[in-house]
């Protein structure tokens, strides 16, 4: 669809000054929902996995050692303490800490109920068009992505996805404001925590 053309509709949209064409406005929003799903559907590339183990590194400088990796038995493990990857990457693009937290505890050992697989080009539409989650903010509901009976940071999902791969993993529940586990048959697992909202 041509910008011009989604101006055009747009300006329909607003009848008068006093009076807005709500079905105009449904019309166009999914049209433009669906063009954005076009243009941003999901792709990966030879640097998508060593881009993403970056990506979740803690950015906080008050947490120095979650800024590089751990190493947790065969893992290499790297978490920003909302989401964590433990795998089996031999060179990582990160510097190993020797503090680094134990993730083993927070990391479900059996799996738990298996629910569908995300739609990577539902989850990149979301993120195009949605605010960025703020962990320091409150959040706004509408800007959390759904998976099953949680609410989580779409970013976080894309990440572990981005690191594990989306043909072979599975994604399991393990209950209400518990973490979600993804796995991919190289058993490399991912862990997502729901935003839990009161």
């Known amino acids: 669809m041509k910008l011009e053309t989604i101006y055009k509709e747009l300006k329909e949209v607003v009848v008068d000054s006093d009076c807005f064409n709500l079905q105009k406005y449904e019309s166009l929003m999914e049209k433009l929902e669906n063009a954005i799903r076009l243009e941003s559907a999901y792709k990966t590339t030879s640097r998508t996995r060593i881009d993403a183990i970056k990506r979740v590194a803690s950015k906080d400088k008050s947490r120095p050692a979650l800024q590089g990796y751990g190493v947790n038995g065969d893992y290499k493990v790297v978490t920003d303490s909302y989401h964590a990857i433990l795998i089996y990457q031999d060179n990582m693009p990160l510097e190993l800490k020797d503090n680094y937290p134990d993730v083993s505890r927070c990391t479900p050992e059996q799996d738990g109920e298996e629910i569908p697989m995300v739609d990577m080009d ?33 970013q976080f999902v894309k990440n572990v996805i981005d690191v594990l791969g989306k043909d072979d993993t599975k994604i399991y529940f393990y209950g209400e404001n518990r973490p979600l586990k993804f796995k991919n048959s190289k058993n490399e697992v991912g862990i997502v925590l729901p935003v839990i909202v009161f």
């Open 122 to 154: 539902d989850l990149m539409t979301f993120i195009k068009t949605h605010k960025k989650y703020d962990k320091h903010n409150n959040p706004n509901l509408e800007d959390l992505y759904r998976i099953g009976e949680l609410l989580v940071q779409p």
